[in-house]
């Protein structure tokens, strides 16, 4: 078996730097000895995308905001499913994500990034919601491998109800909060459903063969 090879570390603000490895043809980031994603397991995130959009239906003009960026599974599959009069905010927190994005990654990237209906912002998808008021028809957030601050403590805020008030307050009415996670949390969806959101919890394979493990997707609708 080949070892994993070092392609490069990023800082991660408020919390413990990320590795990018590579091993045989695959990319893997890693937060200390958790894979945090894979190359080889892009299904349940591109379906973050997709049944997000299935969900919104014909809505003209959509505007989005995905945090983060990750490998761009999620990013790439909604600028697939939306039109040209879509706008979609990518928050990404580290900077080194976006540099192995254009650099180490650059084919896998796809040009996504440089799509204009694409708002690449470096900072706090928190923030961003804080900022937003009735501003986005979806919020879909992969910060985590789910609803608690794995990569930093300060994204436990997201998942609080007070995170989840600032996120149904930052949607428009019917839009829709869809949260990746790598397994299933009953805490948070009654989270969910106190902060007054309908909720469908839809469980789906980490590959796009429809093999490997089950991740669970929240999609939570603000009435």
Not at 197 to 223: C, L, Q, S
Request: net charge neutral; charged share 25%.
């Amino acid at each position: 078996m080949k070892p994993r090879e070092l392609i490069g570390e990023a800082e991660v603000p408020g919390g413990p730097p990320l590795r990018l490895v590579r091993h045989d043809n695959a990319f893997i980031i890693m937060l200390d000895r958790n894979e945090l994603m894979s190359s080889r397991m892009s299904g349940s995130e591109k379906a973050l995308a997709t049944l997000t959009c299935q969900r919104l239906g014909a809505r003209p003009a959509p505007r989005l905001l995905i945090g983060g960026y990750g490998m761009g599974f999620t990013s790439r599959a909604a600028l697939a499913e939306l039109g040209r009069d879509a706008r979609i905010v990518v928050a990404e927190l580290v900077p080194g994500i976006i540099d192995w994005a254009r650099g180490p990654m650059q084919a896998m990237t796809e040009g996504c990034l440089d799509d204009p209906r694409v708002d690449l912002r470096i900072g706090d998808v928190g923030a961003e919601i804080a900022a937003g008021r009735q501003s986005y028809d979806a919020i879909l957030l992969d910060v985590d491998n789910g609803p608690d601050g794995l990569t930093r403590p300060a994204n436990d805020g997201l998942y609080s109800m007070q995170g989840l008030a600032r996120a149904h307050a930052a949607l428009k009415p019917g839009g829709v909060l869809a949260v990746w996670s790598a397994s299933p949390d009953r805490a948070f969806t009654q989270r969910l459903k106190q902060a007054g959101f309908r909720v469908d919890e839809v469980r789906v394979r980490a590959r796009e063969n429809g093999k490997g493990p089950m991740h669970t997707i929240w999609f939570a609708a603000a009435p």
